[in-house]
T-cell receptor, first 113, second 111 residues
Framework: AAGVIQSPRHLIKEKRETATLKCYPI?????VYWYQQGPGQDPQFLIS???????DKGSIPDRFSAQQFSDYHSELNMSSLELGDSALYFC????????????FGEGSWLTVV | EDQVTQSPEALRLQEGESSSLNCSYT??????LFWYRQDPGKGPEFLFT???AGEEKEKERLKATLTKKESFLHITAPKPEDSATYLC????????????FGTGTLLAVQP
């Protein structure tokens, strides 16, 4: 079965640089979520989209932005990167119905040096 | 404020030694309680969703139960391949479908 696809799997950036993460949801899933997981921490919700519109916003820094495109894929853009942005970034997808299972991708490792 | 607390933080078991993981939650209008398994450097892998108190679900050596205040993940006769971090998350009422995670239980099963 198709899963949530994220790219790239790993990237290394320098401070103050910009990074873009991509997410391709499971087919027919209309809702995409972005989470950030620091070492030894639980996933923290950043932002979600439903039908290309932002549906919820969590602890996403102002330096970050995201969008969902007409084919439902999503991109997370991170600018002015800081050392503290180093983390595993997960994308997840679901059908937009309360209680529906939310499936996660394998994540994108971002290291800021 | 919606909150999820998992205990213990870490658990070491011998192969075949059954135990339970706890997830306590405070949420305004529970829509669902989710259990995920996470291996190091990997994405959370879906295990179960529970919707109402009294509900139980099973999958191989795992069984999840739900009350109005907490959920348990029972592991029967665990094997070394069950070693992972087990995450509990709740989906609260309201307009959002986002999950609020607990900090997880790191399970190590020794042969």
């Amino acid at each position: 079965a198709a899963g949530v696809i994220q790219s790239p799997r790993h990237l290394i950036k320098e401070k103050r640089e910009t990074a873009t993460l991509k997410c391709y949801p499971i087919p027919r899933h209309d809702t995409v979520y972005w989470y950030q997981q620091g070492p030894g921490q639980d996933p923290q919700f950043l932002i979600s989209f439903y039908e290309k519109m932002q549906s919820d916003k969590g602890s996403i820094p102002d330096r970050f932005s995201a969008q969902q495109f007409s084919d439902y894929h999503s991109e997370l853009n991170m600018s002015s990167l800081e050392l503290g942005d180093s983390a595993l970034y997960f994308c997840a997808s679901s059908e937009n119905k309360a209680g529906n299972t939310i499936y996660f991708g394998e994540g994108s490792w971002l290291t800021v040096v | 404020e919606d909150q999820v607390t998992q205990s213990p933080e870490a658990l070491r078991l011998q192969e075949g030694e059954s135990s339970s993981l706890n997830c306590s939650y405070t949420v305004s209008g529970l829509r669902g309680l989710f259990w995920y398994r996470q291996d190091p450097g990997k994405g959370p892998e879906f295990l179960f969703t529970l919707y109402s108190a009294g509900e139980e679900k099973e999958k191989e050596r795992l069984k999840a139960t739900l009350t109005k205040k907490e959920s348990f993940l029972h592991i029967t006769a665990p094997k070394p391949e069950d070693s992972a971090t087990y995450l509990c998350a709740v989906q609260a009422g309201g307009a959002t479908n986002k999950l609020i995670f607990g900090t997880g239980t790191l399970l190590a099963v020794q042969p």
